[in-house]
């Protein structure tokens, strides 16, 4: 079967709710919750540190979540700011329509667009953005020419001096089996490609990486990466033990609070092996449009 993004996201959102329908769809509600609270304390205290202490400075900032889906970021943001007493003005975009409507029911304040990244739009030409959020979007966009046209499109809204931040399935270190694959032919749902592969698309764009940590790790979602093929299937095994661990509702309710406290420990010493939190900022000069 070939995989279709926009078919995909449809079927999700019409068969799940809550954050089922945007993580891991077999495994449990408690998990799932566990995991975006690992995320969200990591994503929310690198934006006080790296993007709060800009965004007071300014009078309004303009922020745009991409690939909102049910809205788990774009209130993560607005609880941030709120509380930091920066003022902003909410946009969000969906592929999915069935997203998009419950946005615009849950979200009155957040104007919500329904767009595929991957495709030409005057939206991306029309706007622009002080801080644009993407999390867990781009490896869902596994073709190649897809993928660089929505980073392109990304780059594009980003206003100067102003910031892009990616949570994803991204590759820094020496061992993974993705930089095996395929991408011309591969039919998966999912890809993961390498930093470097992003911030090139980046530099051409005028935009530099300034921040790069690891959001979560190996033990609350899959192990992506390592520094060799043996501490791969090591981590791997983990993740896989767990994993069916996580699929029992009350199974995880006894050893979530465990292993969410050494999934803490594993991420702030660097050593998450799942994903990346990477943030670029678009130079003060950049050529506007």
């Known amino acids: 079967m070939i995989y279709d993004n926009q078919q995909y996201w449809k079927n999700i959102h019409q068969q799940f709710s809550g954050l089922r329908a945007v993580g891991r769809i077999g495994l449990s509600a408690v998990f799932n919750s566990y995991k975006y609270k690992s995320e969200q304390n990591s994503f929310q205290s690198v934006l006080v540190k790296e993007i709060i202490p800009r965004a007071k400075n300014k009078a309004k900032t303009r922020v745009l979540d991409v690939g909102c889906g049910i809205g788990f970021w774009t209130?993560?943001?607005?609880?941030?700011?709120?509380?930091?007493?920066?003022?902003?003005e909410y946009s969000a975009m969906d592929i999915s329509p069935d997203a998009v409507?419950?946005?615009?029911?849950?979200?009155?304040?957040?104007?919500?667009?329904?767009?595929?990244?991957?495709?030409?739009?005057?939206?991306?030409?029309?706007?622009?953005?002080?801080l644009i959020i993407c999390n867990y979007v781009l490896h869902h966009?596994?073709?190649?020419q897809a993928f660089e046209k929505a980073m392109n499109n990304l780059c594009s809204m980003v206003n100067p001096g102003g910031y892009l931040v990616i949570m994803d399935a991204i590759l820094s270190r020496s061992y993974s089996p993705y930089y095996a694959i395929d991408t011309a032919t591969y039919q998966g749902s999912g890809l993961s490609r390498p930093v470097q592969l992003i911030d090139s698309i980046c530099v051409k764009h005028e935009m530099q990486r300034m921040h790069c940590s690891e959001p979560i790790s190996y033990l609350l979602n899959n192990c992506l990466e390592s520094e060799n093929r043996f501490?791969?299937?090591?981590?791997?095994?983990?993740?896989?033990?767990?994993?069916?661990?996580?699929k029992n509702n009350m199974l995880s309710r006894i050893i979530v609070v465990p292993i969410f406290c050494l999934d803490f420990v594993l991420k702030k010493s660097g050593r998450g092996y799942s994903s990346k939190l990477i943030i670029y900022k678009a130079n003060n000069a950049r050529h506007s449009r």
């Open 75 to 88: 209130n993560s943001v607005k609880q941030l700011f709120e509380k930091h007493s920066v003022t902003a």
């Open 101 to 130: 409507r419950n946005m615009q029911i849950n979200f009155k304040d957040v104007q919500v667009v329904e767009l595929n990244l991957c495709e030409d739009h005057s939206f991306y030409s029309n706007n622009s953005f002080d």
């Open 141 to 144: 966009i596994t073709k190649d």
């Open 231 to 246: 501490l791969y299937g090591y981590r791997r095994f983990i993740w896989r033990v767990l994993e069916k661990c996580f």
